[in-house]
């Protein structure tokens, strides 16, 4: 148990710059303290305690602002950084080394039973405000942006922004799909005028052949 919490302060030092001491760290980020009070709830959840457990997550929301069901799973080196905000669901499931910063939710899209909640690979950093809705995964590596709205599976290491969410960025390489969906002003005028100019195409050859055969008519 003392090895993951060291792990956990770690964790805060390897993603925090301000981070200074060890004293600071263990008694001033709640994100460190929603953590392990998740870390005590979910013990009792495991063992079907499942009011104590309860009152310890909501003790540790009232007190950090943070909140994390008891019976989320969460793996080794979570960072929460500020933290306010942050909802993370019943079925979720979270890797290693994942960061979240404040006003993430990780959330459900209904009324469902059973899996309802996303599952977060490893390596994944969450920005400030991102939504993750339903029951899919998000692939090791991936950077959602701020305030993005996720709402299907996303494949390892892609980069995902908007609102709904879409990745940009795959295995490092820019995805040009935003360009495909916007109106081309000079596209549009250059397929307008190449319609004109074939029907007026069209109309000549018409003309034309009207004219042989007023020619071959009045030649008889």
Known sequence: ???RMKSD??????????ARSWFEVIFTYSGL????????????YRRRWFTIARIISQTSRFFTGIEIHPGARIGNRLFIDHGMGVV?????EI????????GVTLGGSGKEKGKRHPTIGNNVVIGSGAKILGSFKIGDQSNIGANSVVLKEVP??????????????????PL????????????????????????????I???RQQLRQEQMTESK
């Open 88 to 92: 993370i669901g019943e079925t979720c």
């Open 9 to 18: 302060i770690q964790a805060v030092f390897d993603n925090d710059p301000a």
């Open 176 to 203: 040009d799909r935003l360009s495909h969906q916007l109106p081309d002003p000079v596209i549009d005028s250059m397929k307008a005028l190449q319609a004109e100019i074939e029907g007026l195409q069209a109309e």
């Open 205 to 207: 050859a018409e003309l």
């Open 156 to 173: 390892p290491q892609s980069t995902v922004v908007g609102i709904p969410g879409k990745v940009v960025r795959l295995r490092g390489k």
């Open 1 to 3: 148990m003392f090895k």
């Open 95 to 102: 890797g290693d080394d994942v960061v979240i910063y404040q």
């Open 33 to 44: 303290h929603a953590i392990w009070n998740h870390r005590l709830a979910h013990a009792f």
